[in-house]
């Protein structure tokens, strides 16, 4: 299934085309205390001294217990080819965080997903990239369930695979370096890591 970023937001007004004729996601701006202050293009958001902004997490659980977990394309602009959770993205204004958590992981792997759960409301993270590209998001973390494998987008997931997730929650802990930051982060505050 191939996916293109026109097809990821139908709504008039959430996106823009930017001056390379590309079409932009907007991020929604965050200030300190976690209000929204505005919009601005997510490659405009993405620097070395990055604003704060609404994004999100997910974990997808599969019938069997199991949590997916993905590797960033190499062509990502932050993290690239570093394990991570099953899937990340930020909401579009006036868009609800489940409805972007289901978009997101149509977009990114092809799953639908259900029993979407809200399990860190208040995480927030600032992490900088190898490359000096900041991260700086209140990034609420969701458990979701989905069946069948994925069909990831190749222009975010490069592999994936499926497993238990106290392992997971061990390599993460025992080996920081080898996973995203705010996945480290997360492992660190889910006490119950299932679905």
């Known amino acids: 299934m191939m996916h293109t970023a ?3 937001i139908e709504r008039a007004g959430d996106q823009q085309t930017g001056g390379s004729g590309f079409v932009d996601d907007l991020v929604v701006l965050l200030d300190q205390n976690g209000r929204e202050i505005g919009t601005a293009p997510k490659s405009s958001v993405h620097g070395a001294d990055t604003s704060l902004h609404l994004a999100f997490s997910c974990y997808v659980f599969n019938d069997r217990g199991e949590v997916l977990i993905t590797r960033r394309a190499l062509t ?3 993290w690239p080819g570093v394990w991570t959770n099953s899937f990340c993205g930020h909401p579009a204004p006036a868009e609800t965080l489940p409805d972007a958590v289901r978009r ?3 977009f990114e792997l092809g799953l639908a997903v259900t029993g979407i759960d809200l399990a860190l409301p208040l995480f927030r993270y600032r992490a900088t990239d190898s490359s ?3 991260e700086n998001e209140v990034c609420p ?3 979701a369930v989905a069946t ?3 069909v990831p987008n190749p222009d975010e997931v490069m592999e994936f ?3 238990d997730p106290e392992t997971l929650r061990g390599s993460v802990l025992a080996s920081p370096f080898a996973f995203s930051p705010w ?5 660190r505050e889910l006490e119950t890591f299932r679905a």
């Open 183 to 187: 996945m480290v982060l997360q492992m």
């Open 161 to 163: 695979t499926w497993t």
């Open 148 to 150: 069948g494998d994925p």
């Open 141 to 143: 973390v969701y458990l």
């Open 104 to 106: 997101r992981a149509d």
């Open 6 to 8: 026109e097809s990821t």
């Open 132 to 134: 000096g590209i900041v």
């Open 76 to 78: 990502k602009k932050t």
